[in-house]
């Protein structure tokens, strides 16, 4: 018989991988890690605020997610320094001040490790009613946004051209890339959560031969790796964020080469 631990943390890396795969395609596509690096940035500073606020710490992630993804989203017209310094500043600002609140919360009430890289064996089940209540707006959004998307990643002003909203597409696709990040930061933490977007969707894209193909296999790769990086972190005793990160690693290094066949054709 499975633990009840072990069930919802399964169940939580499954739906967690559902949840990154097909938005890390576009994160790839448009060259967003660094978007999303910054937004998992602020993911402590969401939870200091939660407990001081006696709320939902997931529901405190994201509020501050959203909120620093509304600010980027604002501050993407300014010419006053290149779009990746800009989300270097604020993500290591965003991390400072969230280990800044940590402290003045008290580590009785923060376990700092566990948001840092992630405690997927913690999982509550008001975690996986989150992950689901995601995966339903994830779902819904993507298939509204999906083909838009497409075009603003092929070619932003084609795409601006034949009607597409593209600020207003490309916003909400933000907002998605931060609420996603908010409710997974529990799984592999919020300095590893950026691999889950790029690395499934990196390998997968060593095999798709349409962008569909591209987001089912990185669906299918992310929970492999997931379940994998679980299971290799009970057998070896290991911390279970960075055992899943491994894990996709190796299967991104085992499609590199296929990858590099691609770009020397």
């Not at 200091?48 to 993407?76: D, F, K, R």
């Not at 779009?83 to 700092?112: E, M």
């Amino acid at each position: 018989m499975i633990d009840d631990f072990l069930l919802r943390a399964g169940l939580a890396g499954i739906g967690v991988a559902l949840l990154t795969a097909p938005l890390g395609c576009f994160v790839v596509w448009q060259r967003l890690a660094m978007f999303g690096n910054s937004i998992a940035h602020c993911g402590l500073l969401g939870v200091a605020l939660g407990v001081l606020l006696s709320i939902e710490l997931t529901l405190g992630v994201i509020m501050v997610s959203m909120a620093l993804a509304l600010l980027l989203i604002g501050l993407q017209g300014q010419k006053l320094l290149p779009q990746d310094t800009l989300l270097g500043i604020l993500a290591h600002a965003a991390l400072a001040a969230g280990l800044l609140a940590a402290t003045w919360v008290g580590g009785a009430r923060l376990d700092l490790m566990g948001y840092l890289f992630g405690d997927i064996l913690a999982v509550s089940g008001s975690d996986l009613w989150w992950i689901l209540g995601g995966l339903i707006l994830i779902g819904g959004a993507m298939l509204w946004l999906w083909r838009p998307l497409l075009s603003i990643s092929v070619h932003r002003e084609l795409a601006a051209a034949e009607g597409v909203r593209v600020e207003l597409v490309q916003a909400s696709f933000m907002l998605l890339v931060a609420f996603t990040i908010a409710v997974s930061i529990k799984i592999v933490g919020i300095l590893l959560i950026t691999s889950l977007l790029i690395i499934p969707a990196a390998s997968a894209r060593a095999f798709a031969s349409s962008p569909e193909r591209m987001a089912a296999g990185a669906a299918v790769l992310s929970v492999f790796s997931v379940l994998a990086g679980l299971g290799f972190s009970m057998q070896l005793d290991t911390p279970a964020g960075p055992s899943i990160v491994l894990v996709l690693t190796a299967v991104f290094a085992l499609t590199a080469p296929f990858l590099l066949r691609q770009g020397a054709r």
